[in-house]
């Protein structure tokens, strides 16, 4: 039984308030106070763990879908076990290794990639078979086992001991815990600066953080936020003791098992079963009972009784073994399944850490993350698989319902790559989704938007997901190679654009990219953003539309991410006016594209239309804003059109581009294009853990100027020199797999770096990555080797562009 603390009043000022004293809340009070913000108080309704974390399972383990969560879970491995090893308040905290067990060829690749992520990390994993499995868990039967994921430091911890361990030594430290004190209302003054209004008196702070778990959407409103989070009922159960357990002198490791949807670990002499049933419920949709507390959900297991046949065949031993509880809680689900851990979109110094439906396992280490955000500006890691910006107004709670129930009947069935999952599709459309889906589009999904990832008019061709080459690649190559002879014609759905217009437009701009921005209407540049600390946050085209007013352009996702980036620093006399619902860009790209655009614009002179350049012009009878920019290393023009005249423009090109041959390519092409020609992807290799000078963005930054955002701490790093440098790697021969982001690179037996996106490149005939590497193996020339699920993959450092290096496709 954790101890109980003390609950003053709370102090009028503090720092930072942080609602909710669950995990979420108590770790990130702790980390808080660890980073020097010890004048900050978390409000909790009740009494600590009130809400989910006292019913939790409470499994600790460093499984990671990516560098970042495997890091932030060992972050919390390291910190329970010091906190649990404290001889004055020990916590029950049992390390006895875990499998995630595998019955299919993709759940094995799985593996194989998550195990070489995890060593790009420096944690170390393994991929056992089933006989090994086996003998690692007796009570498991593996009949049509393939293997198993195993996690040496896979355990499970006492819910409540780590919670008020972690509040305790806040509270050592200096801040402040008030209990049985709820927080009424929120009155927000102006930016960052806030009245949280409690039962037992009002506090000023510039920081809120909404760690209220299953009730973070009811502090939401109390500032006119909707948080994407939904609860699920969730049932496990605890069974009388079994005799074969007792017996053993050692605990049996945890499984989890995405043949049967369950879970299972050792409690006392018993297990812990746990299950993820197909006929699952959300919880709390209409509103939450005030004085549901410390409370569970009416057990159900007749809805599990199909998961449940399976499992006792899977363990023989349940088939004899009473149940002595079951319990039943809820727990929160976002959209994609990962937490929202970071600043709230539109409100500064409004920040969450709510969503997390493992809390247990990474509350440790979300703690950590938006401690460091709040503090520092940044975390030590590239945060944005936990942004709560990287949903935007499309994730209503209907949305997110549905991939709460997508994602919990599927909780051990991991993403693979190309798959784009069913539920709550169409969120985002643009008007030619019917007229691309008759030309045989495959969908997939980019920020809500639909957007083509290649076409199959005839539906000959099989999706292929999963980690190996894929039946679609002959699509992708032939769009390629159409493309590489003609004309092809692609729409992008939801590229993230706004105006930025006003009299203090330029200054704004300038002062918040590295380099030089455009100085005549009608000139483009491409211009990378920086943070505080000289690390990247943000590639921006940037069109002169008019003396004062920009066209800012940017990745779909990071629609929201770059509109509070932007507003940070705008004064008065700057309007950002968003235009990425209200417009659609289309591509026309090849050596005929120019022919083609001069046939629907035949009073155009595009011969003089230069590289880098926007103009406004008549396509057929389309509106357009025409800019010669081009992602696939061919002659390209984008086409920016209001979505009003999108379906005339398209006709227009398409009726007009039978005579040039146009085609069709998607998302996929554009990928294996840009890895071709070294261009970098935002949140690949773009990430707030690099300078532009690591990855190779020299030429875009220009330090004489007077002032940019990060320019001092850049000139730091410049003068260290690099702790990393991006490289394009050859992989030899096409082998069982192209190379995946997080791939551990290794020069002979030695970590040198990891993988940030890899593919083939059909013009070159390469199969190509890029990775982060240490310095003495950046050389062009050197040999390295490639972790590629299991397979040791020989790889040369190559020149960044492997298509036309000298650009004269381009510059045609």
Known sequence: MAETLESPPPPGQARAVVIGGGIAGASVLYHLAELGWTDSVLVERDELTSGSTWHAAAQVTQFGGNQTMVALKQHSIGLYRRLAADPAHPISYHITGGMRTAYTQDQLDTYHHYVSQARSMGVEMEVIDAAEAGKRHPLLDTTGMLGAWWDPLDGDIDPAGITFALARKAREAGCSVSRFNAVVAITQHGPRDFTVHTQRGDIRTENVVNAGGYRCNEVGAMLGVTHPVVSMEHMYFLTEAIPAIAALDHRVPIIRDPGDDFYSRQEKDGLLVGVYEQGCVPFGLDGIDPDFTKALCPSDLDRCLDNMERIFVRMPTLQETGIHTVVNGPITYTIDGLPLVGPVPGVPGYFACTGLRAGIGEGGGHGKVLAEIMVHGECEWDAWSLDPRRFTAWGN????????????????????????????????????????????????????????????????????????????????????????????????????????????????????????????????????????????????????????????????????????????????????????????????????????????????????????????????????????????????????????????????????????????????????????????????????????????????????????????????????????????????????????????????????????????????????????????????????????????????????????????????
């Not at 300038?510 to 211009?527: A, F, Y």
């Not at 090109?653 to 005579?659: F, K, N, P, R, S």
């Not at 890895?675 to 707030?688: Q, R, S, V």
């Not at 790093?717 to 440098?725: I, S």
Request: hydrophobic letters at 40%; one cysteine or more.
């Open 397 to 812: 709670l209907e949305h997110t319902r549905q991939k709460a129930i997508e994602d919990y009947q599927r909780e051990f069935h991991y993403h693979l790559p190309h798959e784009h999952r069913p539920a709550a599709r169409q969120a985002r459309t643009t008007p030619l989704y019917d007229t691309l889906s008759r030309a045989g589009a495959v969908w997939g999904v980019v920020n809500g938007w639909e957007r083509a990832l290649y076409f199959d008019p005839a539906r000959e061709t099989a999706h292929g997901t999963g980690y190996r080459w894929h039946p679609q690649d002959v699509r992708v190559r032939a769009e390629v190679e159409a493309l590489h002879r003609g004309v092809g014609l692609m729409e992008v759905s939801g590229f993230n654009r706004m105006a930025v217009s006003g009299a203090g437009a330029a200054a704004l701009l300038d002062r918040v990219v590295c380099g030089r921005i455009p100085q005549q209407v009608g000139r483009v540049s491409l211009s990378y953003l920086l943070n505080e600390h000289g690390h990247m946050v943000g590639e921006a085209t940037l069109a002169k539309v008019a003396e004062d007013t920009f066209w800012y352009g940017s990745a779909a996702a990071a629609e929201w991410h770059d509109r509070d980036g932007l507003q940070r620093h705008a004064g008065d006399d700057v309007t950002l006016t968003p235009l990425t619902d209200s417009h659609t860009t289309l591509v026309l790209a090849g050596p005929r594209a120019r022919d083609l655009l001069a046939a629907v614009s035949p009073r155009e002179d595009w011969s003089d239309f230069r590289m880098m350049s926007t103009r406004r012009a008549l396509l057929g009878m389309a509106d357009v804003t025409v800019m010669r920019i081009s992602f696939s290393g061919e002659l390209a023009y984008e086409l920016h059109v209001a979505n009003a005249e999108l379906r005339r423009l398209w006709d227009t090109l398409v009726d007009a581009g039978e005579a040039f041959g146009l085609s069709l390519f998607g998302l996929e092409a554009t990928e294996s294009m840009r890895l071709e020609k070294g261009y970098l992807h935002w949140k690949a290799e773009i990430i707030t853990e690099r300078t532009p000078m690591e990855a190779g963005l020299a030429r875009f930054v220009t330090l004489d100027k007077p002032d940019f955002v990060g320019r001092t701490a850049l000139q730091d790093a410049v003068a260290r020199g690099p702790a990393k440098c991006l490289v394009t790697l050859r992989l030899d021969g096409a082998g069982a797999a192209p190379a995946h982001g997080g791939a551990s690179v290794w020069s002979g037996d030695q970590l040198v770096g990891s993988i940030t996106s890899g593919g083939y490149g059909y013009r070159v005939d390469e199969s190509l990555a890029m990775a982060y590497v240490e310095p003495a193996a950046a050389a062009e020339g050197t040999v390295l080797t490639v972790d590629v699920i299991s397979e040791k993959r020989e790889a040369s450092v190559v020149p960044s562009c492997r298509f036309d290096p000298d650009n004269q496709r381009v510059r045609a």
